[in-house]
């Protein structure tokens, strides 16, 4: 079972910059009332098999909040392999939209033979962390292979350079500024750099720019008394931070690199931004799950944090391939009592959100709305389930 659900989206273009935009979703956001009367350790083992999407980023923070609700100490090469989990998951999930999404949507034919690559090369990475699948359970103590796991670090960036940049991945960071930017786009040799020119040449860069604000790292633990209190799932529904809507993306991690906040400068945050972060996302996972593997200890700002709450309370947040994952959870006398999952899409596809103010900018480029609509909501989460419909 999957239940996840879609987003419907409506576009009414009214002329004179008058677009309207609203998002309704079949998203089951009461599911985790069937957690409660449940053992804490069945939970953790269930929920990742809810969840088609982000399953890894998933069975992590259940684990992670049940722990610190119950004291359960982690060791640090479970941090470890958490971490290379999560990160691994998001490299899976980009690449397989950079080649199979931004084929489609720059009008070329996706590559079968890339695609299973990354398969493969996913696996093996996966498999290199954690042989034995423990890593999620409730005070799991993997053993880390880490030459094991560098190699197969290897072969992700390899992966990474062949069907994503189309240059050394070194090449590909030191290029701080547009100008550098539009060379290496210009070659159009994978689909990225195909969609990327594409988008340049038709004059589509500021695509969705509209005013956001970035929802802020370890959020979780202000929220956490009203994600366990009587009205988690209104707010869940559509959930604001100090009063207002907030975003949790690639582009909200990935801002504060020069190539990323320069392109916001020229072009507000729009669509060529956000793809833009998410290239530059890819190009960074293998550094950044090399350094974690050469301390051997956690990288305490990403992907993941956790805190003890009050008496057998705590809560996680993950940072997935969509963006923030909250899990809190309550547990009395050995049951859970109350559980709350605070997804990205909540964030992201607030009916008064960024999503919305983005759709609501695409009417006047003269193109088909409904190819931009859908082109603008991939680059914001690629792994939604939706459905655009103009009227």
Request: glycine share 8%.
């Amino acid at each position: 079972m999957r239940p996840e659900g879609r987003l419907m989206i409506d576009i009414c273009p009214g002329g004179e910059n008058r677009t309207l935009a609203t998002i309704s979703s079949s998203r089951p956001l009461g599911l985790t009332r069937t957690f409660q009367g449940q053992r804490p350790e069945e939970v953790v083992q269930m929920l990742p098999l809810l969840f088609s999407v982000c399953g890894m980023a998933q069975g992590v923070a259940a684990a992670e909040a049940v722990e610190r609700a119950l004291d359960v100490e982690v060791a640090a090469p479970t941090r470890v392999a958490r971490q290379l989990l999560v990160l691994a998951e998001t490299a899976r999930e980009h690449l397989i939209c950079a080649v199979r999404d931004w084929s489609r949507a720059s009008g070329l034919t996706p590559d079968g033979a890339a695609i299973l690559r990354i398969m493969q090369v996913s696996e093996r990475v996966r498999t290199a962390i954690d042989p034995q699948r423990s890593a999620k359970s409730i005070g799991a103590v993997p053993c880390l292979d880490r030459e094991k796991i560098a190699a197969a670090i290897e072969a992700l960036a390899e992966t990474i350079e062949r069907v994503v940049l189309g240059e050394p991945i070194a090449d590909f960071l030191s290029r701080a500024t547009a100008a550098d930017f539009r060379k290496w786009h210009q070659t159009k040799t994978t689909p990225a750099q195909a969609l990327i020119e594409m988008i340049s040449v038709r004059g589509w860069e500021k695509l969705g720019n509209a005013k956001t604000r970035h929802l802020p790292w370890t959020c979780g633990v202000r929220l956490s008394s009203v994600l366990l209190g009587d009205n988690s799932r209104n707010f869940i529904a559509t959930p604001t931070w100090e009063g207002e809507p907030a975003e949790t993306t690639v582009l909200s991690r990935q801002l504060g690199q020069a190539v990323v906040g320069e392109h916001a400068r020229l072009f507000g945050t729009g669509l060529l931004t956000r793809l833009i972060a998410r290239i530059v996302e890819i190009a960074r996972l293998p550094a950044g799950m090399r350094k974690i593997v050469a301390s051997e200890q956690p990288d305490g700002g990403w992907p993941i944090a956790s805190s003890k709450l009050g008496d057998n309370e705590g809560i996680a947040e993950v940072d997935a391939a969509r963006g923030r994952l909250v899990h809190a959870v309550s547990i009395e006398a050995g049951i859970v009592r109350r559980y709350a999952i605070l997804a990205p899409t909540e964030w992201n596809f607030h009916p008064a959100g960024t999503a919305a103010r983005g759709l609501q900018q695409i009417e006047d480029v003269g193109a088909d709305v409904l190819v931009l609509a859908n082109l603008f909501i991939s680059a914001l989460d690629p792994c939604v389930g939706f459905e655009v419909r103009v009227h």
